[in-house]
């Protein structure tokens, strides 16, 4: 094989439609940086910008008109619309990309869009967009458009096809890979068939002798095994890999071969290591023994290799995302739910980046704590960071980050968010958290400063006792206040809930979602899901489910995926009678509706009174935080701007006096600090050693040490001064 191989990374449909899934992106960094020639594609939008163009619903409804198919009243209406549909189509798409955005006046006001089923269930206007203006609006609109045409497509010329996923229910919980092969086995549908045009542009013009597919999600795993079969049979020269999120968690026991009709090599956990040698090995540097958490074919077997001794690729070595040859400009921002959180996930073109590798808690009974991408953690410095994010600004043009962190640590948030100010790097960021105690009420404000605007965490189930059996390691009291603080930083925070956890009674479900009515009546969350619990085979609880009180029933271990379980929960409730109760409740909760209605409101079943206290939230986050003279190892920071100073003698009771003005001009309003001269100039040149242009941490100890010992006051009694509470108030940290 050539010396340096041409490598073409794709994301096979489909993830999101408003910004590419980074795993490309990362990994193109990586080997560009190791000198290798690299190209990426990300197929799901490519995918559905041909389809959903004048040119490629003429043919949808071309190949609907001549094909036999058994019409819903829904798609007759919609093909009898086709006329509307084929002049609206590109004016809509241009609009979801931002690049024409005067229709939104007609979108939202005038019959400008054929309309059917999805517009039945209109969510109240009104409420949802009567503050937030007509371009919201009508993107919601756009968005319920393709997904009527989205219904029609499923229901005729692809039974498969989502917006958000692709074939997903045959790669779900897939122990055989039957159903996989069969459906490979029959011709491409309509839409395999752009997508493999699409393809076949990407090969001619990259030229590749290896494809990687990146599968995150099971609903990408049929569209790349649709490439890789469209590659093996045209391209036989060019070697393919898979690798991903989909492969780490559920091919870890793979021993399918008729995979590998299909993909050469599959790699586990991250790629910048498998990669490397798997490129070492194609040109001959490395023998096949020696690869790197790599699965292949060997005498007709499928053999798993991780005989490399190398370390892992650290975090400061894996370079920065580059997300060059992707279609920036040609994502679509849609509004697919009012969910204030979901709504981020689908509107906005946002950079992914990680703060950290794993997760630094890693200990929740129900999460995947033993992978790699959970178990292993390490952090960059925050001048890398900050680094990375200059360079994506710089290539994207765009300024929106969101850290795909399992969970966000503190202490690294805390110094990326000082390098951010200190550069004057401006940017709006999101990203998971865990509700700890670590995130108090100046940390928060802190992060607000540096561009946050929403933060993620699990709440999971409501109650201390399941808390605890999960290993949460926070309380329903912790959560409140640090939800508090975040949201009186003006930081939107939203709370993934659980509920079906192993042992859960009625009662703590119940009990649960008082919990959570009580954080919306408080309003220190803003937004929240509700998960069904479901059992893992790489978490504690699928490893030891006995000890949680639960029954591994299922599935029979297969050939190919293996990871999600069956369990029987013998001492817990009839877990499945909750589950629209709850949504209804959550839904409704978010719109601040029906706050004071009982909880039995929500069921059509009886269901046992709560028994928590009715002011458990309120209570908790009245409990006072603690005083700053507690905190004397804190970090001082002062976020605002370096106040003018001003002398002036004064005449009192007989006496001239020296006194002392800081003015500080700041973004909202200015405002003055007068007080005596001494403590005015140790102010004034205390200031400059915690503003953000200094470089050393400076702590309220040696605050205090620096008090002058001539000053009126002492040094508590200042800190218990109207002067200190308004410095606090304006901008003086304690981190």
Known sequence: METTPTILLITPPLTQLNTPYPATAYLTGFLRGQGYNVAQADLGIELVLRMFSKAGLK????????????????????????????????????????????????????????????????????????????????????????????????????????????????????????PLEEELQQEPNLVDQFLLEILDEHLQRVQPTIVGLSIPFPGNLYGGLRLAQHIKQNYPTIKTAMGGGYPNTELRSLREP??????????????????????????????????????????????????????????????????????????????????????????????????????????????????????????????????????????????????????????????????????GVKISWWGNIRFEKTFTPDLCRLLAASGCIAVSGGLEVASDRLLALMEKGVTIAQVARVTDSFTQAGIMVHAYLMYGFPTETTQETIDSLEVVRQLFMNNVIQSGYWHRFSMTAHSPIGKNPEKYGVVKVGPPEGDFANNDLWHNDPQGTDHSLFSDGLAKALYNYMHGVALEEPLSFWFDFKTPRPTIKQDLIGSAIAQPHRPDSTRMNARLLWLGNMPEIDFTMVAKKGQTIERCELTFYEKGEDFQVKTTATIGQWLFDAIQKISLESEEAYSLNQLEESYPADAHLTFDEFMASPTWFELREKGLLLL
């Open 59 to 178: 043919k949808i409804f071309a190949a609907i008109e001549v094909g036999d198919y058994e019409l819903s009243d829904n798609s007759f209406r919609i093909l009898k619309l086709k006329r509307e549909y084929l002049d609206t189509i590109e004016p809509v798409i241009r609009f979801l990309q931002n690049k024409d955005l005067t229709i939104a006046q007609q979108i939202s006001f005038s019959r400008y869009l054929p309309e059917a089923s999805r517009f039945d269930q209109v969510e109240d206007l009104e409420w949802a967009f009567g503050s937030m203006g007509i371009t919201d609006r009508a993107r919601y609109l756009a968005t319920l458009y393709l997904e009527d045409l989205g219904d029609l497509i499923k229901e005729t010329v692809c039974p498969y096809f989502a917006f958000s996923r692709y074939a997903e229910k045959l790669a779900m919980s897939a122990t055989s890979f039957d």
């Open 258 to 423: 008729r995979l590998f009709k299909y993909i050469d090599f599959v790699t586990l956990d991250d790629g910048e290591g498998p990669w490397l040698k798997l490129i070492e090995h194609l040109q001959g540097k490395r023998e096949a023994a020696n690869l790197q958490r790599t699965f292949m074919l060997q005498d007709g077997q499928v053999t798993y290799i991780n005989n490399c001794t190398d370390p892992d690729v650290p975090h400061t070595e894996v370079g920065t995302p580059d997300y060059s040859g992707l279609p920036i400009k040609d994502y679509l921002s849609v509004i697919d739910v009012v969910n204030p959180m979901h709504r981020l996930w689908s509107d906005g073109r946002w950079n992914k980046l990680t703060v950290a590798h794993g997760c630094y808690w890693k200990r929740c009974s129900f999460c995947d704590i033993t992978l790699d991408y959970i178990r292993r953690y390490d952090v960059a410095p925050a001048t890398l960071l900050v680094d990375r994010i200059e360079q994506i600004i710089g290539q994207t043009g765009q300024t929106g980050f969101h850290f795909v962190d399992e969970a966000a640590p503190p202490a690294p948030l805390r110094d990326m968010a000082i390098e951010l100010l200190r550069r």
